[in-house]
């Protein structure tokens, strides 16, 4: 199916530990993203990556890590989980429009990540 | 200050009410500005954007933004039940600039 996923939906994890979101988009969008989103804070962004080996820091990156060695895929890992990191995670994929250069982003359903 | 400022209600409101929604934003730089509309647990989606100043219809949705007052407004007349989500408002600074800066989002009702 064309689109965006993320996997897991949810996940309960122990301080600590270290896990992994994963996220694959269809469309070799250039562009990818990760957002948190909490309550009071909206979207912030952890990381984003513009092609395949080439990413770079957003708002948010401690704690965290990402690699894009596929086009498709960008896994956001959390090296050592810890309880502010219990958050929904967003990926997004985004390519500019052929004529407008406009970067519409495309979501995922996101992942319901809680650290216990 | 934020960048882009957006009260997050929650607004409430009966059903075929126009609905209101408004972001304020300080970077003069922004040239593309998006409206997304998330459901509860779902990601958010692409609503309309609109380039520059001026208004967009689509339906029973009009984007509006003035630039000269920075200001981004969103209605949406006759609304329905199902338009209950949370709007987000965003912007871009221009063609090439990939990077969006959100609002924080305004968590919508539509009483039937």
Redesign the interface.
């Given at each position: 199916d064309a689109g965006i996923t993320q996997s897991p939906r949810y996940k309960i994890t122990e301080t600590g530990r270290q896990v992994t979101l994963m996220c694959h988009q269809t469309w070799s969008h250039s562009?990818m993203f990760w957002y948190r989103q909490d309550l009071?804070?909206?979207?912030r962004?952890i990381y984003?990556s513009?092609a395949a080996d080439i990413t770079d820091k957003g708002e948010v990156p401690d704690g965290y890590v990402v690699s894009r060695s596929k086009t498709e895929n960008f896994p956001l890992t959390l090296e050592s989980a810890t309880r502010s990191q219990t958050s929904v995670y967003?990926c997004?994929s985004?390519d500019?429009g052929q004529s407008?250069?406009?970067?519409?982003?495309?979501?995922?359903?996101?992942t319901?990540l809680t650290v216990v | 200050q934020k960048e882009v400022e957006q009260d997050p209600g929650p607004l409430s409101v009966p059903e075929g009410a126009i609905v209101s929604l408004n972001c304020t934003y300080s970077n003069s730089a922004f040239q593309?500005f998006?409206w997304y509309r998330q459901y509860s647990?779902?990601?958010?989606?692409?609503l309309m954007?609109t380039?520059s100043s001026g208004n967009k219809e689509d339906g029973r949705f009009t984007a509006q933004v003035d630039k000269s007052s920075k200001y981004i407004s969103l209605f949406i007349r006759d609304s329905q039940p199902s338009d209950s989500a949370t709007y987000?408002c965003a912007t871009?600074e221009?063609?090439?600039?990939?990077?969006?800066t959100?609002?924080?989002?305004t968590k919508l009702s539509v009483i039937p």
């Open positions: 562009y009071g804070h909206g979207l962004l984003y513009a967003f997004a985004s500019p407008s250069g406009f970067y519409g982003y495309t979501f995922g359903s996101g319901r | 593309y998006m647990r779902k990601g958010p989606e692409l954007y380039y987000l871009q221009g063609a090439g600039s990939y990077q969006l959100f609002g924080k989002g």
